[in-house]
Nanobody, 116 residues
């Protein structure tokens, strides 16, 4: 069974940091590009970041550039998102995802809340 499990979310003050993790199973993780998307309450999903299968080509949405860093450890089947300088507007459920066999796969998400 193809599965993605996110963790690492929580409540943090503005300016703080969090590191999200996404553990993959059921497929050959190192063969697939991976993405992070987020969805705030009452809003549509928005793409945050992506990384190629080899981990050499990260890409970021403009609103997180310079603050977030995506990375992966293919030996551990794990995707990461280091989030620094968090802002109120970063509050959302964060999901990792990929496409396996043409089907979009997404985890259950991890909640990030930025509040003072």
């Amino acid at each position: 069974e193809v599965q993605l499990v996110e963790s690492g979310g929580g409540l943090v003050q503005p300016g703080g940091s969090l590191r999200l993790s996404c553990v993959a199973s059921g497929f050959t993780f190192g063969n697939y590009d991976m993405t992070w998307v987020r969805q705030a309450p009452g809003k549509g999903a928005e793409w945050v970041s992506a990384i190629d299968s080899g981990g050499r080509m990260p890409a970021y949405a403009d609103f997180v550039k310079g603050r977030f860093t995506i990375s992966r450890d293919n030996a551990k089947n794990t995707l990461y998102l280091q989030m620094n300088s968090l802002k109120f507007e970063d509050t959302a459920m964060y999901y990792c995802g990929t496409k396996v066999g043409g089907a979009t796969v997404r985890g259950q998400g991890t909640q990030v809340s930025v509040s003072s």
